[in-house]
């Protein structure tokens, strides 16, 4: 048995196994649409994977890593073209949460 055999039957061993295996982890997802958060509330975001084998993700909320700016509330812009890390809760594809996102932070000026 050759060595591709070997290991294609383990990973259809280990697959079996594991069927969510392909959502364990952190992956990365390009923002191509994003309406941004007010405050505390997230922003909303459609993101495609780097990985063809994963879904692309419509309104995925991206909340704040940073609400405040000193003493100033924020925004939450999510910028199309940058890269944000997903990962699935429980390697669920119906439960992915954004792990890190370098969206820019707009402080609020009350009128």
Known sequence: MSDDRLLDAFK???RS???R????????YTVILGVPGV???PAIVEARPEDDSLPEL?????????????????????VPGRTIYVAFAD???SKPFVI???FTIIPVVAP
């Open 12 to 14: 259809r061993a280990v």
């Open 17 to 19: 196994e594991d069927p």
């Open 21 to 28: 295996r392909d959502y364990r982890g952190i992956w990365s």
């Open 39 to 41: 405050g505390p509330l």
């Open 58 to 78: 419509t309104a995925l909320e991206c909340y704040p890593t940073a609400v405040r700016t000193g003493a100033v509330p924020a925004n939450t812009v999510p």
């Open 91 to 93: 390697g669920d594809p």
């Open 100 to 102: 890190q996102h370098p």
